[in-house]
C-alpha cells in the first residue's frame, strides 16, 4: 500500500484533559467551544476510530489509522476508512450540537489513540466536554506523552477512497426513512460478525423487511456486520436514513446508512462486497478521462477562497466541466459528498490535484495507448486497439464504447469501471468530435 508521510509540527498535545477534549491542529484556529451533546457525540467519535482500527475482509492486526477531521465552515465532519478499504465513515457535528466561536475551514488528521479512546469511554455521563480545534503548528500528546513532529500517514488509498465515495454517493437517492424505534429495532437484528453476507432490504409501511433477491424498491446490505460500529450509538439514535443508487439493483451495489443523533449524524457508506475496497471501483475514471487540469486548478482556487459556494453559479463552468474539475480534485482528496445536504464540501488536505494518472494507473494506460497511436479506426461496431503482439476489440455503439475482449472488462463488466482500452477509445472519440 503506497504511503504519502507528510510531518506536521503542533506546538501542543492533543488529549482529553478534565472537561475537555484538545485537538491540535496543522492550521489556525478552527473551533474552540463545548460540544452541547457530549455523550451522543463521544460515542460517535468513537465509532469512526472503532472503522478506521477494523478490517471487514480477511481479519488482521488492528489498522489503528488517524481519522481526518474538517473545519468547513459552521460544522465538524470527522472521517475514516476502515482499514480494508470498505466502510467509509463520517461523523458531522452540525451547528446545533456546536457551542463556541465560529467554525472556521480546515482539515487535519487527529489521532485518537488507545489512551484517548479509553478515557472518552469512561467519560461520566453527565460531565461537560468541550473542544478546541485550533492553532498553527503541531506537537501531539496524549496525558503526559507528548509526541514532537510527528508523522502522519494518509495511505494513498484513503485519497482514492475519498474520490470514489464522492462520486458514487452524489449518484445516491433517499431510499428509506426510518424513526428511532424501528431504526433501533432493525439495527439490532443485524449479525455483528461471522461470515460477510448480501442482504437486500425492501422498505415498507411497517419498517424494513429483508428478501433473497434483489425487487423492485430494494436496497443493497452489502456486509451487515458492517455496520456494527453504530451498535453503541443506539441509545442515542433519532432515526435512520438510507441512501443508495435509483433503480432496481441486478447486482450487489453500495449503499450508505445514516443515523441521526442529537447535534449531529454518522453515516456508513459500504462498498459493494466486503472484499472490494473503495480504492478500486473507477468510478471517476470517465470524468477524468474528459476533464481538464485548468478548470480543476480554477475549481481549487475558488474553494480555497471561498469553501461555502455554488459551485453551477460561482465557477462559470458548464456542468460537463464542472464534472471534471471536480474528478480532479476528487483525486486529491480535497471533495467530499453530503448526502444529507445533498452538496459537495471542500477538505484542506495538503495534496495538489495534479499527477491525475499517478492515483489512476488505467487513465495513465489509456494515454500511453493513445500517444502510441494504438486506437484503430471503427470498423462497423468495433474498434481494434492494438497493444503490442495483443489485439482487443472495443464494441461501439451510439453512445460511445460498450465493452471490450480484454480480461479486465470479461472479469467485470464495466463493474469497477472502464478498461485502459475502452478508455482510450472514449478519448479518441471525444477528440474527433
Given at each position: 500500500?503506497t ?10 498535545p492533543?488529549a482529553?484533559?478534565?472537561?475537555r ?15 452541547r ?16 482500527a ?41 451547528p446545533?450540537?456546536l457551542?463556541?466561536?465560529?467554525t472556521?475551514?480546515?482539515t ?41 513532529e510527528?508523522k502522519?500517514p494518509?495511505?494513498?488509498?484513503w485519497?482514492?477512497g ?10 445516491f ?29 425492501l ?21 451487515p456486520?458492517?455496520l456494527a ?28 446508512w445514516e ?12 462498498s ?15 470524468q477524468?478521462?474528459?476533464s ?35 474528478a480532479h ?7 467530499g459528498?453530503?448526502?444529507?445536504d ?28 493513445l ?7 471503427v470498423?462497423?461496431?468495433v474498434?481494434?486497439?492494438?497493444v ?6 472495443v ?13 479486465w472488462w470479461?472479469?467485470h ?7 485502459s482500452h ?12
Amino acid at each position: 500500500m503506497t504511503t504519502a508521510v507528510h510531518t506536521f509540527r503542533y506546538p501542543r498535545p492533543s488529549a482529553l484533559r478534565p472537561h475537555r477534549l484538545d485537538l491540535a491542529t496543522q492550521h489556525g484556529p478552527f473551533f474552540d467551544g463545548a460540544l452541547r451533546h457530549p455523550g451522543p457525540a463521544a460515542a460517535a467519535l468513537l465509532a469512526v476510530a472503532d472503522v478506521a482500527a477494523a478490517r471487514y475482509h480477511r481479519p488482521l492486526a488492528a489498522a489503528s489509522l488517524d481519522p481526518v477531521v474538517t473545519a468547513d465552515g459552521d460544522r465538524l465532519r470527522f472521517e475514516s476508512f476502515s482499514g480494508c478499504g470498505g466502510v467509509h465513515a463520517r461523523l458531522d457535528l452540525l451547528p446545533e450540537g456546536l457551542d463556541g466561536a465560529g467554525t472556521g475551514h480546515g482539515t487535519t488528521n487527529i489521532d485518537i489513540g488507545a489512551p484517548l479512546r479509553e478515557a472518552l469511554r469512561l467519560r461520566l455521563p453527565d460531565e461537560r466536554l468541550t473542544l478546541a480545534v485550533g492553532t498553527d503548528e503541531v506537537e501531539v500528546g496524549l496525558g503526559a506523552d507528548t509526541l514532537i513532529e510527528r508523522k502522519v500517514p494518509l495511505p494513498q488509498r484513503w485519497l482514492k477512497g475519498f474520490a470514489e465515495t464522492q462520486v458514487l454517493t452524489a449518484r445516491f437517492d433517499l431510499r428509506a426513512e426510518l424513526p428511532a424505534a424501528e431504526a433501533v429495532r432493525f439495527l439490532r437484528t443485524l449479525p455483528t460478525g461471522g461470515r460477510s453476507t448480501v442482504r437486500w432490504i425492501l422498505p415498507t409501511a411497517g419498517g424494513l423487511r429483508a428478501t433473497s433477491r434483489p425487487a423492485p424498491g430494494t436496497v443493497c446490505l452489502p456486509g451487515p456486520e458492517r455496520l456494527a460500529a453504530l451498535r453503541p450509538l443506539l441509545r442515542h439514535a433519532l432515526g435512520l436514513r438510507i441512501y443508495g443508487p435509483p433503480g432496481t439493483p441486478t447486482a450487489p451495489t453500495a449503499s450508505a446508512w445514516e443515523l441521526a443523533l442529537p447535534g449531529g449524524r454518522i453515516t456508513l457508506t459500504l462498498s459493494p462486497d466486503a472484499s472490494r475496497g473503495f480504492s478500486g471501483e473507477g468510478a471517476l475514471l470517465d470524468q477524468l478521462a474528459a476533464s481538464s487540469a485548468a478548470d480543476a486548478f480554477e475549481l481549487g482556487a475558488l474553494l480555497d477562497a471561498e469553501p461555502r459556494t455554488d459551485l453551477t453559479a460561482d465557477s462559470g463552468l458548464p456542468p460537463d466541466r464542472l464534472r471534471g474539475a471536480l474528478a480532479h480534485l476528487a483525486t486529491a482528496g480535497r471533495i467530499g459528498y453530503d448526502l444529507a445536504d445533498a452538496a459537495h464540501f471542500h477538505r484542506r488536505l495538503p495534496y495538489a490535484a495534479g499527477r491525475v494518472e499517478d492515483a489512476n494507473p488505467r487513465l495513465r494506460a489509456a494515454r500511453e495507448l493513445l500517444a502510441a497511436g494504438a486506437v484503430g479506426p471503427v470498423a462497423g461496431d468495433v474498434r481494434v486497439v492494438a497493444v503490442g503482439d495483443h489485439v482487443h476489440h472495443v464494441r461501439v455503439d451510439a453512445d460511445g464504447p460498450v465493452g471490450c475482449t480484454c480480461q479486465w472488462w470479461a472479469r467485470h463488466r464495466g463493474d469497477r469501471g472502464p478498461c485502459s482500452h475502452v478508455l482510450a477509445v472514449r478519448m479518441t472519440t471525444e477528440e474527433t468530435q
